[in-house]
């Protein structure tokens, strides 16, 4: 099992920068393609960035593309969410969480293939 912890959410002002942070624990965590999504009240759960295991390819939803990236630092079993230019529309819950199939597969954007997840941290932007 892994276990993971998100940090780094609280209130911004729009245009703003913001680093989350997801550390995880137990199961090998470089063996996991690792993504990050986010929910807001009434909504799915909706895929934000991710990133293989070596980190070298990421992938982005649309929305974020250009203000989001996904390091990744497998020696310290840390994922992060850089997020700048924020916007009101990305206030909402964040989540990071681990896709551990194995094989060879892309990273993926649904949540069904996504084994372990964090408890989810808060990022509030005002306009």
């Known amino acids: 099992q892994v276990q993971l912890v998100e940090s780094g959410g609280g209130l911004v002002q729009a245009g703003d920068s913001l680093r989350l942070s997801c550390v995880a624990s137990g199961r090998t965590f470089s063996a996991g393609r690792m993504g990050w999504f986010r929910q807001t009240p009434g909504k799915e759960r909706e895929f934000v960035a991710g990133?293989?295991?070596?980190?070298?390819?990421?992938y982005y939803a649309d929305s974020v593309k250009g203000r989001f990236t996904i390091p990744r630092d497998n020696a310290k079993n840390t994922v992060s969410l850089q997020m700048n230019s924020l916007k009101p529309e990305d206030t909402a819950v964040y989540y990071c969480a681990v896709d551990l199939r194995l094989g060879l597969l892309p990273i993926s954007q649904r949540t069904r293939d996504y084994g372990a997840w964090g408890q989810g941290t808060q990022v509030t932007v005002s306009s």
């Open positions: 990133s293989t295991i070596s980190g070298r390819t990421t």
